[in-house]
């Protein structure tokens, strides 16, 4: 328990009357706090009064918060869904309810309540680039399925999604469940200050998936960057001090030691008075950070941005956060958009051999310790078209559609046997250790669909490729062509100039080629 909290129970007793034993409190935000309790799998929701921080007994708000906790657990979530939903209420009159969680799970907020100086190693710390985009992704890819029931989440925040405490894990769990909704269910506007979109700020509309678009954003920036997208020159100091000239980006040639002044504040007799301008920000009315069209409210504050967005991440971003995206809902991405693109910065991702940290292949030397980096192997993933047996196929109309004689095609010289679209790539360190070819890179999948290893490659004194899917794949090297059953492994020397072919189904190939780089 902490201060102000003396006068709630050391337990609470739910509905079951099973009883559970409060430890600490893992996290608040503005409709409740969350508990953990001695069975580390089980956590408690309950709603407190914001003065005295007491857990709120009051039978008539127990029927209230209890109908809406019904309407939760009646919503048609898939069971796989990482999501800590209600389990038993509490014993009347305490408001709240219990839920199950992974143990060992932190709020996401540990991304980002780093220090005032030394983010760089804080950064590192903590997981660094790679870690935060394979949190966000997998936080993406929760969203984007429950956005296609459709169902609205409502309240993303920092203290609302959870994470492995262990750096080298990147489990992901929603909590707080309590707000969910069908998106036709929605009456009112839930927001955690800080994180809600703009026209729910405003109030001129309920909660929907768009809405949850902006939150995710909101936070993604924060994690990613360690500074709020909002909390620029403009907004913070009303345009009333100057931390010098902009900068675009961070001199490579840098010493991280001497970027303390990310985080650089005005000295107290420069503070500006209190203005209105966190609201606008918050209403939509104020530029990000990063607005390609507007730098009225640029700062050089947090993780320098070259090094942690993406090109397809910046342009989500400015899609969500500029002029059309703060006004007009229906121009932001979808969570599936967000899904792509970070699973995609993920895997262009290398680690640096000195000081640990991770950072795009596209850096010939570590943003943090400016240390070359080592060649690694590049994997291009594409799709190869078979265009003669596709238009071949679509010219052979079923007999049933020649009721409709005037309908006809008019014959087209094919010129191309073959089309190529690119699907990805994946970047490797050559560094020994085991690597995987997931099915979202091998195989065109769905979003209910478990993300799994299908090649797995090996690597030490050689290089072993290990069929671990039901396809077979083609192997193609300088010396030899192979195909590989499941569970069959080739070995070569290295992955330069080694491509292969997956089929899927009769018209097209997925196609893997390797280079170094």
Sequence with gaps: MQLGEEKNPNFLIDEKNYKHHIVAKLGEGGQGAVYSTRDENVVIKVVIDEETQEIIQNEEMYEQFKQTIDEVRILNL?????????????????????????????????????PKTGLSQFYIDTGGLKHRLEILQKAARILARVHSLPVVYADISPENIFISADKDATEVWFIDADNMRYTIDFKKAIFTPGYGAPEIVKSTCSNNTLSDVYSFALLAFEVLALQAPFEGELVVNGGGWDTGEAEDSWDEDTEVEEQDDWDKT????????????YEKAARGEIPWIEDENDNRNFTKKGIPRNIILSPAIRALFQRTFGAEGRSNPASRPTM???????????????????????????????????????????????????????????????????????AK?????????????????????????????????????????????????????????????????????????????????????????????????????????FRVI
């Excluded at 967000?338 to 010939?364: E, R």
């Design 266 to 277: 005005p000295p107290d007799d420069q503070q500006p008075a209190t203005n209105d301008y």
């Design 78 to 114: 898939p069971e796989d869904l990482p999501i800590a939903k209600p389990i038993h209420m509490l014993k009347k009159p305490y408001n709240g309810y219990i839920m199950r969680l992974l143990s060992n799970m932190v709020p996401i907020k540990t991304l980002i309540n780093g």
């Design 409 to 513: 095609l008019e014959e087209e010289s094919i010129t191309d046997e073959v089309l190529y679209s690119k699907v990805g790539f994946k970047a490797f360190d050559q560094t020994p250790g085991v690597n995987y070819f997931y099915n979202v890179h091998t195989d065109d999948i769905f979003l209910q669909d478990d993300v799994t290893p299908m090649i797995e490659l090996k690597q030490s004194s050689i290089i072993s490729i290990k069929n671990l899917s039901d396809r077979v794949i083609e192997i193609e090297d300088k010396y030899e062509q192979r195909t590989l059953y499941k569970n069959e492994i080739y070995d070569c020397r290295t992955l330069e100039d080694v491509k292969l072919q997956i089929p899927l189904g009769e018209l097209k190939t997925r196609n893997i080629s």
């Design 336 to 406: 599936k958009q967000w899904y792509d693109v970070l699973q995609q910065a993920v895997d262009a991702t290398v680690t640096c051999k000195k000081c640990t940290s991770t950072f795009y292949i596209g850096h010939n030397t570590c943003p943090f310790c400016n240390e070359g980096r080592d060649p690694v192997f590049y994997g291009q993933i594409y799709d190869r078209y078979f265009v003669k047996e596709i238009v071949d196929k679509i010219n052979n109309t079923d007999p049933g559609l020649k009721i409709f004689p005037e």
